[in-house]
Structure formats: C-alpha cells, structure tokens
T-cell receptor, first 113, second 115 residues
Framework: DTAVSQTPKYLVTQMGNDKSIKCEQNLGHDTMYWYKQDSKKFLKIMFSYNNKELIINETVPNRFSPKSPDKAHLNLHINSLELGDSAVYFC????????????FGPGTRLTVL | AQSVTQLGSHVSVSEGALVLLRCNYSSSVPPYLFWYVQYPNQGLQLLLKYTSAATLVKGINGFEAEFKKSETSFHLTKPSAHMSDAAEYFCAVSDRGGGADGLTFGKGTHLIIQP
C-alpha cells in the first residue's frame, strides 16, 4: 500500500515529443506537488495543487502543465520535450499548511535524447 | 525569499563516529525547517522537522537537529554513524505560513561512511 506512487519509473524519449507522468496518493492529503531534481541532485519546486487549484508555479516553462483530475491525482504533462528537461521528477503530497510533512514518491527519471 | 545553505557537498565519517551535517537558513519570518534523506534511486524520506516547538528535535534512525535562531542554523547530528546511513541528506525550509507551500531545498550533502 504505497503512499505516493508515480508511473512510469523510467521514461526515455526523443526531443520534441510530448509525455506525461502520473502521480497518485492514497493518504487523503489536500495538497500535491511536483519537484524537479537535476543531475547535481538539486531539488526545485515546480507546482503545487490544493483542492484542484494551482497555488505555486515557479517560473516553469509553459510546456509543463499539471493536471489534477481529483484530489488524489496530480499528473504532469510535458510538451515539446527538450534536452534540458532530462531530470528526476518527484511527486509529493501533504495536508495543507507549511508545517506539514511532505511525502515523496519514488521519482520518475526522464531522459530526453 | 527564504534560502538554505548546506556546508559541504560531501562528508565522510568512520562507522561509529559522530555525524554532523550543517545547514544554515535565511528567512524573513520564523521558518519551518526539515531534514530529508534520499537513498540511492529512491524518493525523499523525512528525518525530522522543526515547527517552532522544542528547539531540539529528535527524528528517526537516531538523528536529531537543534534550531539555533541566533546562528540561523539547523545542523543534523547522529552520535554514532552506521553503514546504512550512507545517503544524500537535504535540509529544506518553508516559511510562507499557511496554504500550500513548496519546500526550498539546500543542495544536499552526500554522507559517506568509512568502515
């Protein structure tokens, strides 16, 4: 019974393609996030969703679009993939509030060729 | 805007020795501070967090951290290192207070345990 799950775990694709990464949490949390971890392991927030409303969008290119069909899911769509998009993408969830622990998924390693 | 600085991208200690991982933060308001651990090819797991209660925070796996406002620090310690502690450690801050907040992470410290 995984708390935060992501699919796929690995994604290899060509430049210019469109791809999606799925995230699901079964913790009943109100808020979900996407983070990007680059090759130097630096983690940066990309988006968060609270009750289906986008709360943060940190200077992410509009080729990236989060989509939340319901409170338990936050999918990441990426259009026109570029080499620089290669990274590990982590989904996370928490109850609303900055003191709350964020629970992370296992990550999706995206490689753009 | 808040920020986090982790001193030392790599720290090497002998098994059984003290572990000390340094974290300094910058925040215009009282921060909420977190330490996460990442094992190879895995997601992040919370070790401990400071949310303005006790300044000495105990976490999982024998780790603890002390919040020192005067030094703007939140260093992570463990009295005796174990081989299984080898991993990447991230300090993070969240200070916006209320609502959905992303975490601002430090650049991470890779902990190496020498046998």
């Amino acid at each position: 019974d995984t708390a935060v799950s992501q699919t796929p775990k690995y994604l290899v694709t060509q430049m210019g393609n469109d791809k999606s990464i799925k995230c699901e949490q079964n913790l009943g949390h109100d808020t979900m996030y996407w983070y990007k971890q680059d090759s130097k392991k630096f983690l940066k927030i990309m988006f968060s969703y609270n009750n289906k409303e986008l709360i943060i969008n940190e200077t992410v290119p509009n080729r990236f679009s989060p989509k939340s069909p319901d409170k338990a899911h936050l999918n990441l769509h990426i259009n026109s993939l570029e080499l620089g998009d290669s990274a590990v993408y982590f989904c996370a969830s928490s109850q609303a509030g900055s003191t709350d622990t964020q629970y992370f998924g296992p990550g999706t390693r995206l490689t753009v060729l | 805007a808040q920020s986090v600085t982790q001193l030392g991208s790599h720290v090497s200690v002998s098994e059984g020795a003290l572990v000390l991982l340094r974290c300094n933060y910058s925040s215009s308001v009282p921060p909420y501070l977190f330490w996460y651990v990442q094992y190879p090819n895995q997601g992040l797991q919370l070790l401990l967090k400071y949310t303005s209660a006790a300044t000495l925070v105990k976490g999982i796996n024998g780790f603890e951290a002390e919040f020192k406002k005067s030094e703007t620090s939140f260093h992570l310690t463990k009295p005796s290192a174990h081989m299984s502690d080898a991993a990447e450690y991230f300090c993070a801050v969240s200070d916006r207070g209320g609502g959905a907040d992303g975490l601002t992470f430090g650049k991470g410290t890779h902990l190496i345990i020498q046998p």
